[in-house]
């Protein structure tokens, strides 16, 4: 890495520390490997899984609402575990086919063998924090 870009890279994390001082804190999202829902949710955690795919506007925008929802009350991460599915690999997976996610953009909250809610394509605000709250209270 350069010093231009180190810089540039620099100022950026600290400006955005400072515009959203709690989005620095949220806590990762998993990238999905074979078998980590099922561990997660035998563990008795509640888990947040994202099907997204890095091309698709809809799943960035759904991103951007749950990034900032997150940052804004840290109750969700300490709630939940949340995953991200990518849709160009597993969408033929039986991580997908078994709950019947038709397309990418699909958002799920599970707890045990149940399945507490879902969005298909949607991208409000109010939306995507009713699924984060169904799963905030699960997790509690």
């Known amino acids: ?4 870009h180190f810089l540039l890279s ?3 994390a600290g400006l955005a ?3 959203l001082p709690n989005a620095a804190f949220a806590s990762e999202t998993l990238d999905y490997a074979p078998g980590l829902i099922e ?10 899984v994202d099907y997204a795919a890095s091309w698709c506007g809809t799943c960035a925008r759904q991103e951007r609402v749950i990034n ?5 009350n840290p109750a969700y991460d300490q709630a ?4 991200r599915v990518d849709w160009d690999d597993y969408r033929q997976h039986q991580v997908t086919t078994s709950r019947k996610i038709p397309r990418r953009s699909t958002l799920l909250v599970l707890k045990g063998n149940q399945e507490l809610g879902r969005i298909v394509a949607g991208t409000s605000e109010a939306q995507i924090k009713s699924l984060m709250d169904t799963g905030l ?3 509690s």
């Open 137 to 139: 209270q699960a997790g």
């Open 10 to 12: 620099s100022a950026a």
């Open 68 to 72: 900032a929802l997150r940052g804004a």
């Open 17 to 19: 520390a400072t515009v």
């Open 80 to 83: 939940m575990v949340f995953v």
């Open 1 to 4: 890495m350069n010093r231009r």
């Open 39 to 48: 561990k997660e949710l035998s563990a008795g955690k509640t888990v947040f």
